[in-house]
Antibody, heavy 117, light 113 residues
Framework: QVQLVQSGAEVKKPGSSVKVSCKASGGTFSDYAISWVRQAPGQGLEWMGRTIAILGIAHYAQKFQGRVTITADKSTSTAYMELSSLRSEDTAVYYC??????????WGQGTLVTVSS | DIVMTQTPLSLSVSPGQPASISCKSSQSLLHSDGKTYLYWYLQKAGQPPQLLISEVSNRFSGVPDRFSGSGAGTDFTLKISRVEAEDVGVYYCMQSIQLPLYTFGQGTKLEIK
């Protein structure tokens, strides 16, 4: 059974960056895509981008192009999402999600990122 | 980009009664491989979403058979035959035909009367 465990909550200043991790256990990390999905308070789900470790590539939603970087470290089965130039609108819960058989069939617990001066 | 539109945005259903949520996509989700890439997720309060239905109508592992999905092309429906208290939450449809891009619907909040 695959489990995804994310790093803890973060509080950041506007203009700074945040890096959230997502460690996978079980399964073969390199074989599946890891996406990042965010959810602002009281809002819906927003896909940000994904990486496939075995291919070493990432794709991003146009909205986040140039501001987000998604990477994966096969040696530690950990994926990362770094978001830069933070603004208050980036305050959200950030989820990693693995697509083993189907899109988003496994999820991390979520990481709250608060952007506040 | 494909836009996913759900209706209604909220519904209140008595226990034991049926519920239905519609999801319409701005483009057909039927791929040339014959599959239709439409999924349904449920997000309960304080939890990450969970996959309910894959490729229009296939219940994911452990999903009760009171949940069913149907539809084709651009019009899809999620039905709950008899709503239970544990079904409360927000339901999202999602398309993945436009890989590597994914799009979610706005969500439909289900409450119990």
């Amino acid at each position: 059974q695959v489990q995804l465990v994310q790093s803890g909550a973060e509080v950041k200043k506007p203009g700074s960056s945040v890096k959230v991790s997502c460690k996978a256990s079980g399964g073969t990390f390199s074989d599946y895509a890891i996406s990042w999905v965010r959810q602002a308070p009281g809002q819906g789900l927003e896909w940000m981008g994904r990486t496939i470790a075995i291919l070493g590539i990432a794709h991003y939603a146009q909205k986040f192009q140039g501001r987000v970087t998604i990477t994966a470290d096969k040696s530690t089965s950990t994926a990362y999402m770094e978001l830069s130039s933070l603004r208050s609108e980036d305050t959200a819960v950030y989820y990693c999600s693995g697509s083993m058989t189907y899109p988003f069939d496994h999820w991390g617990q979520g990481t709250l990122v608060t952007v506040s001066s | 980009d494909i836009v996913m539109t759900q209706t209604p945005l909220s519904l209140s259903v008595s226990p034991g009664q049926p519920a239905s949520i519609s999801c319409k996509s701005s483009q057909s989700l039927l791929h040339s491989d014959g599959k239709t890439y439409l999924y349904w997720y449920l997000q309960k309060a304080g939890q990450p979403p969970q996959l309910l239905i894959s490729e229009v109508s296939n219940r994911f592992s452990g999903v009760p058979d009171r949940f069913s999905g149907s539809g084709a092309g651009t019009d899809f429906t999620l039905k709950i035959s008899r709503v239970e208290a544990e079904d409360v939450g927000v339901y999202y449809c999602m398309q993945s035909i436009q890989l590597p891009l994914y799009t979610f619907g706005q969500g439909t909040k289900l409450e119990i009367k």
